[in-house]
């Protein structure tokens, strides 16, 4: 389904968005619903996949410099997994003011309280979506108001 109600597509890309599990993470459904997802609001992604190492991340983004991070967990280690990760990623100068948001399943009992979104967002991610109804839309919301490297051109097809 697309996000536009006429037949338009975007002809220029708004940056490069990085997708990635954490290191414990082997699934990979949800790796491709967010490529799809942040590909149709006009972003180029790189998916590294499931099992990314933080220095592997953090390799990735030097190389890439994308505008955003998306971290995604499916088996509830998103909370420890993405607090070893933000701590490496956030220790590369070229990557501290690289935007970089996680969600997902992050904890194993269910959703996560409010100290641990907390001191993840104190750890260096810029957002926390946990797992539920709401967070596409809230994950949609957040897109939208990323400031971009070229605004999107929307032309009919």
Known sequence: MSIFQDNTTL?????????SGVASD?????????QLMIEELGYDVV?????VT???????????????VVISSVNGHGYQDGLRLIEEFRSSPELVATPVVIGGKLG???????A???RLM?????????????????FYDF???????????AVAV
């Not at 933080?54 to 955003?68: G, I, M, S």
């Not at 897109?143 to 051109?153: H, I, K, N, W």
């Open 26 to 34: 082997a699934h990979t459904w949800n790796l491709v619903f967010l």
């Open 54 to 68: 933080p220095e592997l991340l953090v390799a990735e983004c030097e190389q890439h410099k994308p505008a955003l």
């Open 11 to 19: 002809v220029t890309s708004r940056g490069t968005v990085v997708v």
């Open 122 to 138: 104190s750890a260096g991610f810029d957002a926390v979506f946990e797992d539920g109804a709401r967070t596409v839309l809230s």
């Open 47 to 51: 998916n590294l996949g499931p099992c």
């Open 108 to 114: 194993v009992a269910g959703s996560l309280a409010d």
């Open 116 to 118: 641990a979104a907390d």
């Open 143 to 153: 897109m939208g108001a990323l400031p971009s490297a070229a605004t999107p051109l």
